[in-house]
């Protein structure tokens, strides 16, 4: 008798310290604190545009916070830099767990990145809610932690190719650093070529250790493409135009939403003129959209000087959605009725912009527009 006392004291402790494991992520839910954490690549080619990200959802954070906070509990978010490593990336989310105790995971980057951490997730059973990827391979199926909430590339690849077969465009090529990202849009503008029956004259690849773009440059011009669909982003993107620039070659250029509109204008100037760009959040000239109106407003009272940044812009809409996801959740936070809360509330809309959850689907929106940069550097839906 004694001896199963025993065994029964120890089957409940070992049932309780499984239990305390398994949601050992709501301590990141306080009586006064949410705590978000993120592993981003805040450093080299990518570091200024994520940087953006961050700063536009630290911009909706510090109102939400000033005003009480979401049901009396305010915001902090801390973010590591993973240099763009996938290994870098999984370090920096266990530490977030294990260490900052964070309640969740809230727009890390990278597609290889996200992936890499997916493991983690289901161990530690926490959210990640806005991962800054596109890839189909994230959205196949449901992950019951991850939360998407831009348009796929999938979206992106399918509304350029249909727009360049509208207006009569035949030969398109692609270019794409041999990367993670690179070789996920590679995959997706192959699908959609096919599905718009548009065979692409070129697939052209600069090695992203040593890229070498005269070259790439010299394969564009000679493959005569019309337009070319960019499947990168950072400096890469402007250093690729500059050398085709440099040729007789004059083919359009098409970007995925990835690109970076301040790094293209700041490197390119006058010459990123025509330029046209997939957007996956509604134009930051339309100001009668409230959640444009909103970041615009509070951009604004933050610095009477500071530029609109589409980057800065997509960071403050991911926030609006998840402080829109925690509000509606209730005071009894955890990540259980947090999931519960996303996948019965069917369409969360910002205007045009709609993002819709269920048991069958965390993919969020599938809203894409195309704009182009106008001669003074705007974009022009």
Same mark, same amino acid.
């Given at each position: ?23 050992? %992520? ?32 630290? *911009? ?10 979401? @049901? ?5 978010? %801390?973010?590591?830099?993973? =240099? ?25 980057? =990278?597609?290889? @990145? ?15 809610? =806005? ?10 199926? %449901?992950?019951?932690?991850?939360? @998407? ?14 727009? *360049? ?68 982003? =950072? ?87 998840? %402080? ?45 527009? *195309? ?11």
């Amino acid at each position: 008798m004694e001896m199963k006392n025993l065994w029964i004291k120890r089957t409940l402790a070992g049932m309780c310290l499984v239990t305390t494991t398994a949601f050992a %992520v709501d301590e990141g839910v306080t009586a006064t604190e949410i705590r978000l954490g993120a592993s981003q690549v805040l450093s080299g080619p990518l570091g200024a545009q994520t940087a953006q990200y961050g700063e536009g959802a630290r *911009l909706l954070f510090d109102s939400v916070n000033a005003a009480g906070g979401v @049901h009396g509990r305010k915001i902090s978010f %801390v973010s590591l830099d993973d =240099g763009f490593d996938p290994k870098r990336s999984v370090e920096n989310t266990r530490k977030l767990v294990d260490e900052h105790k964070v309640f969740m995971l809230f727009n890390s980057s =990278g597609t290889a @990145h996200t992936a890499a951490v997916l493991p983690l997730l289901k161990e530690s059973r926490t959210i990640l809610f =806005g991962p800054v990827t596109g890839a189909s391979s994230l959205r196949e199926g %449901v992950n019951p932690y991850l939360f @998407h909430v831009r348009a796929s590339y999938a979206n992106e690849s399918e509304k350029m190719l249909s727009q *360049l077969k509208q207006t009569g465009v035949s030969k398109v090529a692609f270019f794409y650093q041999d990367d993670p990202l690179g070789k996920a849009l590679l995959s997706e503008v192959r699908k959609a070529s096919v599905s718009e029956n548009m065979p692409l004259v070129a697939e052209i690849s600069v090695d992203p250790a040593s890229p070498d773009f005269a070259a790439a440059a010299v394969a564009t011009a000679k493959s005569g493409a019309q337009a070319v669909i960019l499947g990168t982003a =950072g400096m890469t993107f402007p250093n690729y135009v500059k050398a085709v620039q440099a040729t007789a070659a004059r083919p359009v250029f098409y970007g995925y939403s990835v690109a970076s509109l301040d790094v293209i204008n700041r490197e390119l100037k006058d010459k990123s003129r025509g330029i046209i760009l997939a957007q996956i959040m509604p134009s930051l000239r339309n100001s009668t959209v409230p959640v444009v109106a909103e970041y615009l407003r509070l951009l604004k009272a933050r610095s009477a000087d500071a530029a609109p940044s589409a980057s800065q812009f997509e960071g403050f809409v991911h926030a609006r959605l998840l %402080v829109e996801g925690l509000k509606r959740t209730g005071r009894e936070l955890n990540a259980a009725s947090f999931i519960r809360t996303m996948e019965g509330t069917g369409e969360i809309a910002f205007g045009p912009f709609r993002a819709r959850y269920s048991p069958q689907s965390h993919n969020g929106s599938a809203y894409v527009e *195309l704009a182009i940069i106008d001669d003074k550097g705007q974009l022009r839906y």
